[in-house]
């Protein structure tokens, strides 16, 4: 069974850093690929960045040039570098996986940043 757990959410002042992490278990990351994604109350899921089995990257526009995903093969677990935190960057943030083998998505639970001013 595929499950993932994010953490490192939490509350920030406008122009700071947060770094998430996405542990992966039941499948490893060169197996497919995993994402992170944000939802802000009344707003769709948008995707934030990507990373393949062969580590490629992709990032998405909310984000760009303020963001950095990365893995660690040894733990199975994605991050995901945030900087110059922004008011509209507010949302719950989540971690999703899709295994090469399988058209199925895992998501986690999701985990909650704040950026005050």
């Known amino acids: 069974q595929v499950q993932l757990v994010e953490s490192g959410g939490g509350m920030v002042q406008t122009g700071g850093s947060l770094n998430l992490s996405c542990a992966v278990s039941?499948?490893?990351?060169?197996?497919?690929?995993t994402s992170w994604h944000r939802q802000a109350p009344g707003k769709s899921r948008d995707i934030i960045a990507r990373?393949?089995?062969?580590?490629?990257?992709l990032y998405g526009d909310s984000m760009k040039g303020r963001v950095i995903i990365t893995r660690d093969t040894s733990k199975n677990t994605v991050h995901l570098q945030m900087n110059d935190l922004k008011s509209e960057d507010t949302a719950v943030y989540y971690c999703?996986?899709?295994?090469?083998?399988?058209?199925?998505?895992?998501w986690g639970q999701g985990t909650r940043v704040t950026v005050s001013s």
């Open positions: 990373i393949d089995g062969r580590g490629f990257r």
């Open positions: 999703k996986t899709v295994p090469y083998d399988s058209a199925r998505e895992y």
């Open positions: 039941g499948m490893s990351l060169e197996s497919g690929a």
